[in-house]
């Protein structure tokens, strides 16, 4: 589920979606907020381009939506069923987990779209 070659893989790890090898991100750390969004050209190992065409990743905006819903909904569930909190509580914690998570949300959104574009290509990967 988790292998090379899988969509998820190259969601999760923020790797090149035709080889699975290079980081799409300069920096790894995406609480580094001067770099969050901050990505290499192409990639080197198998050239893709990332920026298909100008303002590509703006369609990520569209899945940031759902993405940040399910992190409220995790955010719910857990001070909820868990810890029994009344609903300021509940209110301050989803929104506490939307703001520190809000670079991960971010840099998932733009991995969740380029993957509905591009596609796992296993001659490019290296041996």
Do not use: Q
């Not at 509940?90 to 506490?96: N, R």
């Amino acid at each position: 589920m988790f292998k090379k070659g899988t969509k998820l893989y190259s969601i999760l790890t923020s790797t090149c979606p035709k080889c699975h090898e290079e980081s799409m991100f300069k920096n790894k750390n995406p609480y580094i907020l001067s770099e969050a969004l901050s990505m290499h050209e192409h990639c080197s190992n198998c050239k893709t381009k990332y920026k298909i065409e100008p303002s590509f990743f703006y369609g990520s905006m569209y899945v940031s939506y759902p993405v940040g819903i399910a992190f409220a909904t995790a955010a719910f569930v857990i001070s909820f069923f868990v810890f029994n909190a009344s609903i300021h509580i509940i209110f301050i914690s989803i929104i506490t987990t939307l703001i520190v998570c809000m670079p991960i949300i971010l840099r998932l959104s733009r991995n969740i779209w380029i993957n509905f574009f591009m596609h796992y290509d296993k001659s490019f990967a290296k041996k």
